[in-house]
């Protein structure tokens, strides 16, 4: 262990380093984009539109609910995956809402800067030479990990804040510090519940790693305080979790665990030869796997890679070393990355495929490499020269003869250039290392000359990376500034005010948080479950996205879709394609606007109902149809509401024609609300009906929320596999959808007591190491030495 003086702290520096080649990375992009840097896929998608929309909810007043999130759903829920317990995204709060997309790359720069320096706060325990822990922050922040998940943007946060909470264990054990531990559990569960549960995989095998190696020696009186730390951290940051996994728990999206021959084996051999690869070669793009075109390679952050170094660094200490923590450390999370029970191990058993606990070893990974460095008894030939044999092993796949369709060819790689690139980056850094190792293994200078080319490096490969996602769809994405951030926004201050949903035709992902309007396409994995239920019954697949046909057009109306944005230039298909349900309203920018000549308000009453087995018994692409003439209710429901609602005659289960489907829009204009208004606490609807029925509210149901009909508290039921429906009385009515999320209170309190208790924890811990400061007595320590 290497105690940090004022002369040796070099995390500053490390910092500085790191955010200085973050800047070089981005900064071509910038100039290319204009002063805003765009990406690919889910970052351009959801990452900007995510923290544009999010920013200007919270300071539009706040609430738990966000209409303009699919059909509707609670924000925090919605969002405590992306962004919403991030300190990156509450430090942009500072900033008004139109600079996020121009804060994107600045933030990824903090975030890099953040994470190096993390790495060296951690290494520089581990590690003799201050100016090797530096090496090992920047061999972490620009790992191909790091890299990659620049796609996905929040999960760089996670790898930034990750190498604090590793710090802070090895402050409680090592130096019996209390507190901070607790602050970063708290923290890193705040940032993101879905990586925490892997961090705490990850931090019982280095615990009994570093214990079985004689590392960690511990009493009894150190475990409970860990264990209370541990308990008082998850507590005090659970505020988004508990509701989260609520939520979760209703959601079909989540998988369930795998079986048989899936616990110990990936369906694909070619899942083995991508995790190999993984180890020595530069990233891929996220979704253009280079090699591999079976098992699971897409979007699943599967990259170990080391700039410069690749692993040459990590299998010399690994060839050199004996039981040591960080030995035991790899090759446990080695094992646990080839076998699938315990990959799932790191998200709860879930039989989909991530690699994204990566970056925890690849932290053990930098240091082990440094250590490689520092140690003379250590031969890094033992790593340089398995590292080039593997490189070019995988040049097989290139070579390999391929019959298909009677005919034969050579090699089954995917992109030959993009291989070869990766191959040529891969052995130009292993061949620099090994030359800066060869001139300066005997000099001090080494840590700094390789410090820099890795930095150097790392800029080069990352701008490579970057480039190859990036312009692979830039005709798709360069008119994205104009349309999404710009034309829509002022289209969103332009519509009408009023409770209505949107639609889009041809436009970029959700261009309805631009408006903040309710759009029908949609693309978050963590909307209402109800919403993930709804769709399915129409076949309509609601996986990541929400993005019903255009010929779904009883859907729209079901769902009280006013208006349709599409780019100019695909105005005329749409025109085509839409019928004469849709009217011209007007331009904004890019952007033509058409009104629906039938929509519906988004609450509306009923005369008629149809059970369950009826309603499955129409096919799914009339279902629509037949919900604008009944309201699918439970038998219970039927029992509660039979005296106002009448079962939907048999002549109308039949006869959906466009012209049936005008009238039924009629029927249900007659029974709507005069008045419908949205906020984010709810929905506010004023009916004046000729007798009492039963309404539908046009919203994703949720438990969080709570009505009351002319100021009594009334009961909301789920009907229409989705959808919230009330009972209302004849006459004036007065009704109020609010909303608060589900299991927020009692995860507000549960944040309350455990800081309290925290509180209490350090008070009497100060009081504790006062009177043994008088002379008490030290405890039994339980030592396990390293043999």
Request: aromatic letters at 16%.
């Amino acid at each position: 262990m290497q105690p940090l003086t004022k002369q040796q702290n070099k995390f500053w520096l490390t910092f500085g380093l790191c955010a200085l080649a973050a800047a070089l990375v981005f900064l071509p992009f910038y100039i290319v984009d204009r002063g805003i840097f765009l990406y690919a896929g889910d970052f351009n998608s959801q990452q900007i539109p995510f923290y544009y929309y999010a920013n200007e909810f919270l300071k539009s007043g706040g609430g738990t609910f966000s209409w303009a999130t699919d059909l509707g759903s609670d924000f925090w829920n919605s969002y405590s995956f992306y962004l919403a317990g991030s300190p990156f995204f509450w430090f942009t709060l500072l900033f008004p809402a139109a600079w996020q997309p121009f804060l994107m790359a600045p933030m990824l720069v903090l975030k890099f800067a953040v994470a190096g320096a993390g790495a060296y706060l951690w290494a520089r325990r581990w590690v003799k030479d201050a100016n090797l822990a530096v090496l090992a922050g920047c061999l972490y922040a620009f790992s191909g990990f790091t890299v990659y998940n620049v796609f996905f943007n929040h999960f760089v946060d996670v790898v930034a804040l990750f190498p604090y909470l590793l710090w802070t264990l090895d402050e409680a054990v090592l130096q019996k510090r209390r507190g901070p531990f607790a602050v970063l559990v708290a923290l890193n569960l705040l940032n993101n519940y879905f990586f925490f549960a892997g961090q705490i995989v990850f931090l019982v095998i280095y615990f009994v790693c570093m214990t079985a190696s004689g590392v960690y020696c511990w009493n009894g009186r150190t475990f409970g305080a860990l264990a209370a730390e541990s308990l008082l951290g998850c507590g005090m940051g659970c505020v988004l979790a508990w509701p989260a996994l609520l939520s979760l728990s209703q959601n079909p999206r989540t998988v369930d665990p795998a079986s048989g021959f899936g616990f110990l084996l990936y369906s694909s051999t070619q899942q083995y030869a991508a995790i190999l690869y993984s180890l020595f070669f530069p990233p891929d793009c996220p979704y253009m796997p280079v090699i591999f075109d079976e098992g699971v390679i897409k979007w699943t952050s599967m990259t170990a890679y080391l700039p410069l170094m690749s692993m040459a660094g990590v299998i010399a200490y690994l060839r050199c070393t004996r039981k040591t923590a960080f030995r035991r450390i790899l090759f446990t999370c080695l094992v646990m990355a080839l076998v699938p029970a315990l990959n799932s191990a790191f998200y709860a058993m879930n039989s989909s495929y991530y690699a994204r606990w990566w970056y925890m070893p690849i932290l053990v990974m930098c240091a082990a490499s440094a250590k490689a460095l520092e140690d003379g008894d250590i031969d890094l030939k033992k790593g340089v020269r398995p590292t080039v044999a593997v490189l070019l092993a995988y040049c097989a796949f290139a070579f390999v003869p391929v019959k298909e369709d009677e005919e034969w060819h050579i090699g089954v790689i995917q992109y030959p250039e993009k291989f070869w690139l990766n191959l040529g980056f891969a052995l130009f850094g292993v061949a620099v290392f090994w030359l800066l190792w060869v001139q300066y293994r005997r000099r001090p200078l080494l840590a700094r000359r390789l410090t820099a080319g890795v930095l150097a490096f790392g800029c080069l490969y990352s701008i490579v990376h970057i480039s190859i996602g990036k312009f692979a769809q830039w005709n798709n994405d360069s008119g994205w500034r104009t349309q999404q951030y710009v034309d829509a926004r002022t289209l969103g201050e332009t519509l009408p005010a009023g409770a209505y949903r949107v639609d889009d035709y041809e436009c970029y992902d959700n261009v309805g948080l631009w408006m903040g309007k309710s759009c029908l396409q949609f693309f978050n994995s963590t909307v209402a479950p109800s919403i993930m239920e709804f769709y399915p019954q129409f076949g309509v697949k609601r996986d990541v996205r929400s993005e019903p046909e255009l010929n779904d057009y009883a859907l729209r109306g079901l769902l009280a879709v006013k208006y349709t944005v599409t780019p100019v230039a695909n105005a005329a298909d749409f025109e085509k394609e839409a019928g004469d349900d849709w009217v011209y309203w007007g331009t904004e920018g890019s952007l033509a606007v058409y009104e629906n000549r039938y929509a519906l308000p988004m609450a509306y009453g009923y005369q008629y109902y149809v059970t369950a087995e009826q309603f499955e018994g129409v096919p799914e692409a009339q279902r629509a149809n037949l919900l604008l003439r009944a309201m699918v209710l439970t038998d219970e429901q039927i029992a509660a509401w039979g005296d106002v609602l009448r079962p939907l005659p048999e002549d109308l289960l039949t006869g959906f024609s466009k012209e049936a489907y005008h009238q039924d829009v009629v029927d249900r204009q007659i029974q709507g609300a005069a008045e419908v208004s949205l906020d984010s606490r709810g929905l506010s609807a004023r009916f004046n009906l000729q007798q009492e029925t039963v309404v539908l509210l046009a919203v994703p149901f949720d438990p969080g929320f709570s009505v009351t009909v002319n100021g009594e508290e009334t009961p909301v039921e789920q009907v229409d596999g989705g959808l919230c429906a009330v009972r209302i009385p004849a006459g004036a009515v007065e009704l109020r959808l609010d909303h608060f999320t589900f299991g927020l209170d009692q995860s507000l309190v549960a944040a309350g007591v455990s800081t309290v208790l925290f509180a209490g924890y350090l008070f009497w811990h100060r009081r504790r190491k006062a009177r043994r400061a008088w002379g008490a007595p030290a405890s039994k320590t339980i030592c396990h030495k390293e043999n």
